[in-house]
C-alpha cells in the first residue's frame, strides 16, 4: 500500500513538474486561414473600388465640366504612382518593426526601416497573421493610395498636375507613411504605444489627408472668382454613384481591418451601415430645416462624413454608439462644410476639411467613450475619461504633424516650380489647358 502511495505521488509530481512546459509552450505559427484570405482579398478589391472610380466620380460630379477630367486624371495617376512607392519603400518605411520594443520610444517609433525595401523578403508563402503578406502588403497599398487622392478636393480646378504629382510623392512619404507606421507600427510605435485608438484610418486617413487639404487651399489661393461667381457642381449623378461606390468600398476598409472573417469584422460592417445611415439621414435633416429644401450633394456628403467617423471606432462601438456617432458626425459636418467655411472664407473645393478631417476628428475622439462596455461597446476601455484624454492627444498631434508638413511641401513646391495654373488656363479650364482632352464632345 506504502509502496503504490509513492508511485501515485511520484507520477502526480512527474505530472506537475511537466505542466509549466505545456501551459507555457510557444504559442504556434500562425497557419494559412483560406476564409481569412478570402474575405482579405475582396476586401482589398473593395478599398481600390473606392478610389478608382468611387472617389473619382465623386469629386469629378462636383467640379465644373471644363475640369471633369482633371479630376478623374489625378485620381487615377495617383493611384499608379502611389503603387510604385509602396513597393519601393512605402510598406517598407509603414511596417518595419527593426528596433521596436513596446516601452521604448526611439527613431523606429516613428519610422520604419528600409529591410522590406522593394518587398524584399516576400515570398507566396510569406504570412501576415493568417493570410498571405503579399495580400496585407495589398491591403494597405489601397489606404495608401486613397488618403493622397482625398487631398486632390480640396485644391480642385487650380492646382498644376505636374506640382501634385510632385506633391503627392513627398507628402506620401514625409507625412503619411510615419503616421501610418506610428499607429500601426505594432509595439514600440509612437501612438500605438500611448494607447490611441484607430481600427481602420480615422487620424492616418482622413484628419492626416483633411488637415493636408486645408493647409493646401490655403497657400495655393481661392479659384477665380471664388466666392462671388456660382460654381455649382456639373453632375450630381456622378457625385450619387461616387458616393454609392465608396459606401459599398468602405466595409471593405473597416470591415477589411480585422484582417479577417472573423465576428470583429461582422461588427465593424454592421456599425459601418448604421453610422453611414444615420449621419445621411442627420445632414439631410438640419440642410431641410435650415434650407427649407433637402439636396442630393446633401445626402451623399452626410453619408461620407458618417463613413469618416465610425472608420476609427469600427472596431470596438456597439451599434447604438454608432447610430449617435454618425448623426454627431451628419449634423457637425452640415455646419463646418457650410457655415464654418462661409465665415472663414477659405476655398475648400469639395470640402475635404468640412467632411474628412472634421468627421475624421469627431470619430477619433467618439472612438474612447464608444468602445466602453459602459456606452456599448466592445473594446477594453474602463476608464473613459483617460482614454478619451489619449485620444485628443492622438489627434491633436496628428493636425500638427500634417499641417506643418504638408504647409512645408506645399510652399516649396510653390517658390520652386508652382503651384497653380495661369489665369487663361484656369479660365479654360484644365481638360482642356493640362490635359487637351474634352470631358463632353459638344459638337
Known amino acids: 500500500m506504502r509502496s503504490d502511495l509513492r508511485r501515485y505521488t511520484s507520477g502526480a509530481i512527474t505530472a506537475l513538474a511537466l505542466l509549466p512546459a505545456v501551459s507555457f509552450a510557444q504559442a504556434p505559427t500562425p497557419k494559412l486561414d483560406s476564409g481569412d484570405t478570402a474575405w482579405m482579398l475582396t476586401a482589398t478589391m473593395l478599398v481600390l473600388l473606392m478610389t478608382i472610380p468611387g472617389l473619382a466620380l465623386f469629386y469629378g460630379g462636383m467640379v465644373r465640366a471644363k475640369n471633369l477630367l482633371s479630376v478623374l486624371m489625378q485620381c487615377f495617376a495617383i493611384t499608379a504612382l502611389v503603387t510604385v512607392l509602396w513597393v519601393a519603400y512605402g510598406y517598407s518605411v509603414a511596417f518595419d518593426t527593426t528596433g521596436m520594443s513596446a516601452g521604448t520610444t526611439n527613431l523606429h517609433s516613428f519610422v520604419?526601416?528600409?529591410?522590406?525595401?522593394?518587398?524584399?523578403?516576400?515570398?507566396?508563402?510569406?504570412?501576415?497573421?493568417?493570410?498571405?503578406?503579399?495580400?496585407?502588403?495589398m491591403f494597405q497599398m489601397t489606404f495608401a493610395i486613397i488618403t493622397p487622392a482625398l487631398i486632390v478636393g480640396a485644391i480642385a480646378e487650380r492646382m498644376k498636375f505636374s506640382a501634385l504629382l510632385v506633391f503627392t510623392a513627398l507628402w506620401f512619404t514625409i507625412v503619411y507613411l510615419p503616421i501610418a507606421h506610428m499607429v500601426w507600427g505594432g509595439a514600440g510605435s509612437f501612438l500605438g504605444d500611448l494607447g490611441v485608438l484607430d481600427f481602420a484610418g480615422g487620424t492616418v486617413v482622413h484628419i492626416n489627408a483633411g488637415i493636408a487639404g486645408l493647409v493646401g487651399c490655403l497657400v495655393i489661393g481661392k479659384r477665380r472668382g471664388y466666392p462671388n461667381t456660382p460654381m455649382p457642381p456639373h453632375n450630381l449623378g456622378y457625385t450619387l454613384v461616387g458616393a454609392s461606390m465608396l459606401w459599398l468600398g468602405w466595409f471593405g476598409f473597416n470591415a477589411g481591418?480585422?484582417?479577417?472573417?472573423?465576428?470583429?469584422?461582422?461588427?465593424?460592417?454592421?456599425?459601418?451601415?448604421?453610422?453611414?445611415?444615420?449621419?445621411?439621414?442627420?445632414?439631410?435633416?438640419?440642410?431641410?430645416?435650415?434650407?427649407?429644401?433637402?439636396?442630393?450633394?446633401?445626402?451623399?456628403?452626410g453619408a461620407v462624413a458618417g463613413l469618416v467617423a465610425i472608420t476609427p471606432a469600427a472596431g470596438t462601438a456597439g451599434p447604438g454608439g454608432a447610430l449617435v456617432l454618425g448623426l454627431a458626425a451628419g449634423v457637425i459636418c452640415f455646419f463646418c462644410a457650410t457655415r464654418l467655411k462661409r465665415k472663414l472664407g477659405y476655398d475648400d473645393s469639395l470640402d475635404v476639411f468640412g467632411v474628412h478631417a472634421i468627421a475624421g476628428i469627431v470619430g477619433a475622439l467618439l472612438t474612447g467613450p464608444l468602445a466602453a462596455a459602459t456606452f456599448g461597446g466592445f473594446g477594453t476601455v474602463t476608464d473613459v475619461g483617460l482614454q478619451l484624454w489619449i485620444q485628443f492627444k492622438g489627434v491633436?498631434?496628428?493636425?500638427?504633424?500634417?499641417?506643418?508638413?504638408?504647409?512645408?511641401?506645399?510652399?516649396?513646391?510653390?517658390?520652386?516650380?508652382?503651384?497653380?495654373?495661369?489665369?487663361?488656363?484656369?479660365?479654360?479650364?484644365?481638360?482642356?489647358?493640362?490635359?487637351?482632352?474634352?470631358?463632353?464632345?459638344?459638337?
Open 112 to 137: 520604419g526601416g528600409f529591410s522590406h525595401a522593394m518587398l524584399a523578403g516576400l515570398t507566396p508563402g510569406s504570412l501576415y497573421n493568417t493570410v498571405p503578406e503579399a495580400v496585407f502588403v
Open 257 to 301: 481591418s480585422a484582417v479577417a472573417a472573423n465576428g470583429s469584422a461582422g461588427m465593424a460592417m454592421l456599425v459601418t451601415q448604421i453610422a453611414t445611415a444615420a449621419a445621411a439621414i442627420g445632414w439631410t435633416a438640419v440642410e431641410w430645416i435650415t434650407h427649407r429644401r433637402p439636396s442630393v450633394l446633401g445626402i451623399a456628403s
Open 396 to 443: 491633436a498631434f496628428t493636425i500638427v504633424w500634417s499641417a506643418v508638413l504638408s504647409y512645408a511641401i506645399f510652399k516649396g513646391i510653390a517658390v520652386t516650380m508652382g503651384l497653380r495654373v495661369d489665369e487663361e488656363q484656369e479660365q479654360v479650364g484644365l481638360d482642356i489647358a493640362l490635359h487637351e482632352e474634352r470631358g463632353y464632345n459638344l459638337s
